[in-house]
């Protein structure tokens, strides 16, 4: 009996209706799909109750780091973001590799295909031939379900590389470092994000059914085709170039108002580096847009590579290192990847 009134306490059994009332509330606006299920953006002050909210500093920070340890100082990144220069960020183009074989057909009907689905639940529209209105909201519920499956590529690319290499016995040429940098960037781009608005159960449950679909059928196709693959992932940065490229189009337009002065947060500040003077949200966008440009090089690159033979391009160290090559940074990017006849 005392362990039952324990169990059921008055303070637990006030929670527990709560809960219930806000299921209940939260149900009626998932019935209609994600797209119903994201509340609006709304000033970072006023709290919401339904599934995609402005989150309180207290809720996102679900591990912080541990501080004022005997030992440890700070855990640093494990691959340091490069610097980008404000040029640099602002050369960055939108562009398109030509399908030339019918790998490359596959792999940007998949894209495409998978653009239309992403759109729908996503809730995005950015046609100018039709009238369409991409709110803080609407950007913040697509950059979050997004970023959520770009650092999957990298992490089953890297992964299947690194057991092909223990099973053949034989080096990777850097390939997967490359890779697992790609995935880390991108979780990156998520954590920022999630600074911002906090996903509620559905989203979330939409982000793992994504997930899990996405990664076991990426899993099969890299033991098939990893060139295809890795063309796929070019396409479908392409498209997350043009995205972003579309959200800075807004946001300079005034079609974003609540984030003309809004701060970068902080862990995108030690990430990127960001100098003083350049720490707002477009700028935050500028880099990420960048970012994603970069994974375009690169998986383009790597598309065009002998899978098996050719070293990684993007960490070797070349013969004439004044000429234009492959490297981490920005500055010599090509948008539609390096061929494989200009570096090896």
């Known amino acids: 009996m005392n362990s039952s009134r324990a169990l059921f306490s008055p303070a637990l059994t006030a929670n527990i209706s709560r809960a219930a009332c806000k299921g209940i509330y939260s149900s009626t606006a998932t019935a209609a799909g994600l797209r119903a299920s994201c509340a609006a953006i709304r000033p970072f002050n006023i709290p919401s109750q339904r599934n995609f909210s402005v989150s309180h500093r207290a809720q996102l920070e679900f591990f912080p780091p541990p501080k004022n340890l005997p030992n440890i100082k700070i855990t640093p990144p494990s691959w340091p973001h490069p610097d980008f220069t404000e040029k640099q960020l602002k050369d960055i183009e939108v562009a398109h590799r030509d399908v030339r074989t019918a790998s490359d057909w596959v792999a940007y009907n998949s894209v495409r295909f998978l653009r239309w689905c992403t759109d729908v639940v996503t809730g995005y529209r950015h046609d100018p031939n039709k009238p369409y209105k991409m709110s803080e909201r609407k950007w913040l519920v697509r950059f979050i379900f997004l970023e959520t499956v770009a650092g ?3 992490m089953v690319g890297g992964m299947l590389r690194h ?5 053949r016995m034989k080096r990777d040429n850097g390939w997967i470092e490359t890779l697992l940098e790609d995935a880390y960037n991108e979780r990156m781009h998520l954590l920022t994000f999630l600074k911002m608005a906090q996903p509620g159960w559905f989203m979330k449950f939409m982000i793992l059914g994504a997930q899990g679909v996405f990664s076991n059928a990426f899993f099969l196709a890299y033991l098939v085709s990893p060139k295809t693959c890795h063309r796929f992932v070019g396409y479908l940065e392409e498209e997350a170039t043009k ?14 108002p609540a984030w003309e002065n809004l701060e970068a947060p902080d862990i995108a500040i030690k990430y990127w580096n960001m100098p003083e003077g350049h720490q707002s949200m477009k ?3 500028y880099y990420i847009r960048a970012d994603e440009a970069k994974h375009r090089e690169i998986h383009h690159t790597l598309g065009n590579l ?3 033979e050719d070293p990684n391009p993007f960490v070797s ?3 004439d290192p004044s000429q234009p090559h492959p490297g981490k940074g920005i500055e010599h990017i090509k948008s539609t990847g390096w061929e494989r006849k200009d570096v090896i």
Request: aromatic residues 12%.
């Open 152 to 154: 999957v590529p990298g």
């Open 283 to 285: 700028d935050l966008l």
């Open 306 to 308: 002998n899978q098996k």
């Open 163 to 167: 057991y092909h290499s223990l099973r």
């Open 317 to 319: 160290e070349y013969k």
């Open 243 to 256: 995205t972003y490229s579309y959200a800075i189009e807004d946001l300079e337009s005034g079609k974003l």
